[in-house]
């Protein structure tokens, strides 16, 4: 139980273009969503909390206008990179948790590796 | 402003031998620790967790400890299997919020 997924796994773009990558939960219900970016050897840095129906909230630093994140249904939620700069270069990863256990508990999608060139 | 860290980068053990992975916070606010595993290019896969209100939780092989006045988590494995070799990484939440360790590797060696 408690599987989500994520697409693309890898995606390479042209610098100015838009990615979007979905993010979904399998087998349950998603009370929030969450989305976090990951530098070589380096932590997981959390971008934003979103819940089904509602705005996300951008941590301190991230651009709300540039990585765009709508949570349309309690098992999805979608991250779009607008023109993306090689700088976005990173690997993206998305946790969702559901009510039932305790919800501070987050599952964690594989993973999408975005290269800009 | 590094709220949880982890202060050994990597920790070489022999199978079967017990792995013992270190956490310390800052912040009081935290009520929730988890331990993950990851590997490279994958996303973390949940292992264990406590809540502030315990000092102790075990699932098989997995224990965590937390000493709240010290404002330190542990995870010991044991016995320890080459399958455990990972980068293992806490996180402490407060108001469903994680805030991640930098991780620390794990190699266990046949």
């Known amino acids: 139980g408690a599987v989500v997924s994520q697409h693309p796994s890898r995606v390479i773009c042209k610098s100015g273009t838009s990615v979007k990558i979905e993010c979904r939960s399998l087998?349950?219900?998603?009370?929030?969503m969450f989305w976090y970016r990951q530098f070589p050897k380096q932590s997981l840095m959390l971008m934003a909390t979103?819940?089904?129906?509602?705005?996300?909230?951008?941590e301190q630093g991230v651009e709300k206008d540039k990585f765009l994140i709508n949570h349309a249904s309690l098992t999805l939620s979608t991250l779009t990179v607008t023109s993306a700069h090689p700088e976005d270069s990173s690997f993206y990863i998305c946790?969702?948790?559901?009510?039932?256990?305790?919800?501070?508990?987050?599952?964690f999608g594989p993973g999408t590796r975005l290269t800009v060139l | 402003d590094q709220q949880v860290k982890q202060n050994s980068p990597s920790l070489s053990v022999q199978e079967g031998r017990i792995s013992i992975l270190n956490c310390d916070y800052t912040?009081?606010?935290?009520?929730?620790f988890l331990w993950y595993k990851k590997y490279p290019a994958e996303g973390p896969t949940f292992l264990i967790s406590?809540?502030?209100?315990?000092d102790k939780n075990e699932d098989g092989r997995f224990t965590v400890f937390l000493n709240k006045s010290a404002k330190h988590l542990s995870l010991h494995i044991v016995p320890s299997q080459p399958g455990d070799s990972a980068v293992y990484f806490c996180?402490?939440?407060?108001?469903?919020?994680?805030?991640f360790g930098q991780g620390t590797i794990l190699t266990v060696h046949p």
């Open positions: 979103s819940n089904e129906g509602s705005k996300a909230t951008y």
């Open positions: 946790s969702a948790s559901f009510s039932g256990v305790h919800t501070d508990t987050q599952y």
């Open positions: 087998d349950f219900q998603a009370t929030t």
């Open positions: 996180a402490a939440s407060t108001y469903g919020k994680l805030t």
């Open positions: 912040n009081s606010m935290f009520d929730y």
């Open positions: 406590i809540s502030s209100i315990k």
